[in-house]
């Protein structure tokens, strides 16, 4: 390696398959270079959140980061950590200060079928994260009277439109979104689209949202036509835009193997649909890009706390790793890439490679045993699934 990856450690389970992952499947096989940030809970709160933040600044600097998941703080971990105070979840102040899109797919192995029969290749969910309803301001109007939307401009301009006239109580919502987040979110899909070499569709609801919904559309528009069109013609891909009903249709009748970019509320939504129908949580990679180059790889679930407790009381676990390994994968194949480093890419996809067929040798862990279509899978424990993988890694 030349230049060293970003590596964020986390919390509880995830931290111990962490180390396991470095000690059994990267350090034997490659001359691994990070620059460590400890996003465990105990030195956030050592460094009053400060490690959190350097990690995201060193991200801008390298380009290419890895995360163990962290524990977002509540009641009950400022009490069980005897937190200084309950700070912010890890995750939503790395992608404020590298402004991103959260793009995730399934991993694809035989033997764990999606519930939907024609879904044949991954599809990627690409979800906007900022605004709309998720920052909303709402009320409760108890009784007759007017509602207005009312736009100040600071130029001493009014603009108001009536919303509703209420004759009896009811409920009333205001939302926004900025040209900014907008436009890139969308480079970030178009860029993401000509990475992984795969079409993008994106829908909303313009018919009936005529300007709201009709600016993500034409921002979309723009942004291709201006940047991205002659490089998606000359690599045969194609953008698709359409309403987001006329998407969910499309989708299930298809063999998937494209990005679904999705508005902050549809990717909250459909992410969750998607994922469960391809499987498990443990079974999807998650990056971050952000529109200025900047890439964080992580898994898509928590630190699975349950698994922990038992962890501590000596008891045998089964947790799935294999998130947290194309978390690595991820971050090592775009690490080569940037600098052209062949073999480095080559691991990443023997990796990758060793765990599917650790997989459908029959060798999985006890969340996949569980769905499998496979007769007779073999559960392993966390570790020896690791270790089932390096053997074949070393085959
Ligand atoms: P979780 O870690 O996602 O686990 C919830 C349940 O899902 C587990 O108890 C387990 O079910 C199953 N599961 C998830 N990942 C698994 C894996 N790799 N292998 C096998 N089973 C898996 O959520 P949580 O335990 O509710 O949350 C723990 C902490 O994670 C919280 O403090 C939360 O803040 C944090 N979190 C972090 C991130 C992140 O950093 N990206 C994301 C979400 C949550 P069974 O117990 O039934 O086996
Ligand atoms: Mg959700």
């Known amino acids: ?83 200084k105070k309950m ?69 001493g301009t009014v603009r108001k439109e009536k919303i509703q006239h209420f004759e009896a109580p009811g409920v009333l919502q205001g939302m926004h979104n900025l040209d900014a987040s907008i436009e890139s979110f969308a480079k970030s899909c178009f860029t993401f689209a000509l990475d992984t070499r795969q079409d993008l569709w994106f829908g909303c609801k313009d018919t009936i949202s005529k300007t709201y919904d009709a600016r993500f559309r034409e921002i979309f528009r723009q942004v291709y036509e201006k940047e991205y069109k002659e490089r998606f013609e000359k690599e045969h891909l194609t953008y698709f835009y359409t309403l987001i009903d006329d998407i969910v249709a499309r989708v299930m009748k298809s063999e998937g193997g494209f990005i679904w970019a999705c508005k902050n509320y549809d990717g909250d939504v459909m992410s969750d649909m998607v994922s469960s129908a ?40 089964s947790t799935n790793s294999v998130a947290t390994i194309f978390a690595w994968t991820g971050a090592l194949r775009k690490r080569g890439e940037l600098d052209g480093l062949k073999d480095l890419v080559e691991f990443a996809s023997r990796l990758e490679q060793a765990v599917i067929d650790t997989i459908e040798s029959g060798k999985m862990t006890k969340d996949l045993a569980l769905i499998t279509d496979m007769e007779n899978p073999t559960v392993c424990n966390s570790r020896d699934f690791i270790l089932a993988i390096r053997e074949r890694l070393e085959k």
Not at 140 to 153: I, K, Q, R, S, W
Request: net charge negative.
């Open 87 to 155: 700070y912010k979840s890890p995750n939503g102040t790395i992608r404020a200060m590298l402004d991103g899109t959260v793009f995730r797919a399934p991993i694809v192995v035989k033997g764990i079928s999606p519930c939907v029969k024609n879904w044949k290749k991954p599809i990627t969910l690409a979800r906007h994260a900022y605004g709309d309803v998720y920052k909303n301001v709402e009320l409760y109007a108890d009784g007759p009277g007017d509602a207005y939307l009312v736009f100040e401009g600071a130029d």
């Open 1 to 83: 390696m030349k230049t060293p990856l970003v590596e964020m450690d986390g919390d509880e389970m995830t931290r111990i398959l962490w180390q396991m992952i470095k000690d059994e499947l990267l350090s034997p096989f490659i001359d691994l270079k990070t620059e460590y940030y400890d996003l465990g809970l105990k030195h956030r709160d050592e460094t009053d959140d400060q490690v959190t933040v350097d990690a995201a600044e060193a991200t801008k600097k390298y380009g290419v980061a890895v995360k163990c998941a962290t524990i977002t703080p509540n009641q009950a971990r400022v009490e069980e950590y005897q937190l």
């Open 278 to 317: 391809f499987g498990s949580l443990a079974m999807m990679t998650s990056v971050l890009v952000s529109p200025h180059g900047y890439y964080e790889y992580e898994a898509a679930h928590g630190t699975v706390q349950r698994h922990y407790y038992r962890h501590l009381k000596g008891e045998e676990t």
